[in-house]
Nanobody, 127 residues
Framework: QVQLAESGGGLVQAGGSLRLSCAAS????????MGWFRQAPGKEREIVSA????????YYSDSVKGRTSISRDNAKNTVSLQMNSLKPEDTAVYYC????????????????????WGQGTQVTVSS
């Protein structure tokens, strides 16, 4: 069982930056692929980024590639998402998610692969 808690959301002007953090409970954090998803009003939840168990592999959606960086600290059970050059279309609730994996370098990009989810944190980008 993994419990996830996001923080760092808020209101920011277009072009600004935010750093989202996710704290995980449990002693097996290093066994999970970690992902960030987002859901805007009226839209489906979509993946933003993911990072492998060992941190050596990452994935970014086309919509955030080049503006976003994911990282994890297995010693502190945290995963972070640094978002720069934010746009109004980045406005959404952002969710941290965990998917158990035995592979050091594999990342999951599909929502159904993730077993555990946080409650979400709101990111609002004003124009």
């Amino acid at each position: 069982q993994v419990q996830l808690a996001e923080s760092g959301g808020g209101l920011v002007q277009a072009g600004g930056s935010l750093r989202l953090s996710c704290a995980a409970s449990g002693r097996t954090f290093s066994s999970y692929v970690m992902g960030w998803f987002r859901q805007a009003p009226g839209k489906e939840r979509e993946i933003v980024s993911a990072i492998s168990v060992g941190g050596g592999s990452t994935y970014y959606s086309d919509s955030v590639k080049g503006r976003t960086s994911i990282s994890r600290d297995n010693a502190k059970n945290t995963v972070s998402l640094q978002m720069n050059s934010l746009k109004p279309e980045d406005t959404a609730v952002y969710y941290c998610a965990a998917a158990q994996s035995s592979s050091l370098n594999f990342v999951y990009t599909r929502r159904y692969a993730y077993q555990y989810w946080g409650q979400g944190t709101q990111v609002t980008v004003s124009s």
